[in-house]
């Protein structure tokens, strides 16, 4: 008789899918190898045998591992850029490490890294040489020159300079320059292209009202990423940068901030997605760390934003969670599913644009994001109960264990 895998049972649990709307009472989750193998009552699961493990979820809830699609793992939240430049580039990488354990004990299994991270992270999380939350990045994101990806100076203090130039490629200003560019994130391991819609808030020369990159320039890279089986996520906070990178084709809107009536209709019949990092959005700037141009850019958004995603959201638009996480610190990325609950999202929709949905936009829907038998066992577990209690799941004390491909690893 061959030996069979020692397995995980996650007993007495109320199990919250991901997928469907009803709370499971009672069910127990068996776990083998990295995979969900059962779900079910707990009152029809088998008995553990001697060398499997049982843990007892009674008065807890299971759910999928959360997905984040919008975080920076190489920035810590709050600094202002400048504070950083008299310290190495690769200090990066040593914050990316820590943001990435802290991301995994709030609940979040996988991520999307939009700009900033490079495709060693991704692989460093694949060989478990550091802990943390799977990864797709887009490693840099394109701009046009005085654009929201052009943090450029124009002096250096005292006139010296021992910093890379153009080490990452991301400022294009034409369709020929955007095919560069996309061609070269493939390159260097994109999982994703990132691209700028409009500008922004951090941006020295421009502001969320601007557009970024045109529409043509924007198709062009919706073609080379479909070319090549990815996809394209804009930055696009004003209203009309938000349509053009709809009218290119694109797929995932982040933050959508200033987007009107025409933009939300424009959602629906494109079939895309936003991703509002209101985490991000509603934290007010502090203007001790903040550059003043930046917290007057922020504070005028900060006043429209809650109107605007709250019309986008009543209107059935299809929504997945991101943060922003590396705008402000990380390890509290669930706070924004009380944060959707707060612009009317009502709480499993909320949970679901953190699992189900989230999967798939990230494209990893046939093995990720349910708990169903079958699927790989990216799990968390909290003490609260997150549809009377959304804005609970945001206080990573409040999720006790953490699952990633069927290993406890909080
Ligand atoms: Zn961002």
């Known amino acids: 008789m061959s030996e069979r895998q020692a397995r995980t049972f996650l007993t007495n649990a109320t199990v919250v899918d991901g997928d469907s709307i009803e709370v499971h009472q009672q069910f127990t989750v068996i776990i083998e190898d990295e995979c969900i193998v059962w779900v079910g009552p707990s009152a029809e699961a088998e008995a553990p045998g001697a060398a499997d493990t049982e843990i007892d979820l009674t008065g807890k809830t299971l759910l999928p591992g959360f997905m984040d699609a919008h975080v920076h793992l190489s920035s810590t939240g709050g600094l202002n850029p400048a504070s950083t430049l008299h310290e190495p580039e690769t200090m990066g990488i040593y914050r990316g490490v820590w943001n990435l354990g802290v991301t995994l004990d709030a609940g979040v299994t996988m991520v999307r890294d939009l700009a900033g991270t490079d495709y060693s992270a991704v692989l460093a999380v694949q060989q478990g040489l550091v802990r943390g939350p799977n990864i797709v990045t887009a490693v840099s994101a394109v701009g046009p020159t005085a654009g929201h990806s052009d943090f450029r100076t124009l002096s250096v203090p005292f006139g010296y300079h021992a910093g890379r130039d153009g080490v990452l490629p991301n400022i ?216 009377t209690n959304p804005h609970g799941l945001g206080d990573p004390a409040n999720i006790t264990h953490v699952f990633q491909a069927g290993k406890q690893v909080k």
């Not at 090549?228 to 995932?252: D, M, P, T």
């Not at 996480?325 to 990380?330: D, E």
């Open 172 to 387: 294009a200003d034409d369709v020929t320059e955007a095919k560069r560019v996309s061609r070269e994130l493939i390159r260097v391991g994109a999982g994703v292209i990132k691209v700028m819609a409009t500008g922004g808030v951090w941006s020295p020369r421009d502001a969320p009202e601007h557009v970024g990159l045109g529409i043509d320039e924007m198709h062009a890279i919706v073609q080379e990423a479909n070319n090549r089986g990815i996809y394209v996520a804009a930055h696009a906070q004003g209203a009309e940068g938000i349509k053009n990178a709809l009218r290119a084709g694109i797929k995932s809107i982040e933050h959508g901030y200033l987007i009107d009536d025409e933009g939300i209709e424009l959602m629906l019949e494109k079939d895309a997605w936003l991703v509002p990092t209101l985490t991000t959005g509603t934290t007010p700037p502090d203007p001790k760390k903040a550059t003043p141009y930046a917290v007057e850019k922020k504070n005028r958004v900060r006043a429209q934003l809650q109107e605007n995603v709250s019309k986008a959201f009543a209107a059935g638009v299809k929504v997945a969670l991101g943060t922003d996480c590396g705008v402000v610190p990380h390890g509290q990325n669930l706070r924004e599913i009380g944060l959707m609950v707060d612009l009317g999202l009502d709480p499993m929709t909320a949970i679901q644009a953190g699992t189900s949905s989230a999967a798939r936009l990230l494209g990893v829907h046939e093995t990720r994001g349910v708990i169903r038998q079958g699927m790989i066992a990216d799990l968390a577990v909290t003490s609260i109960n997150p549809i």
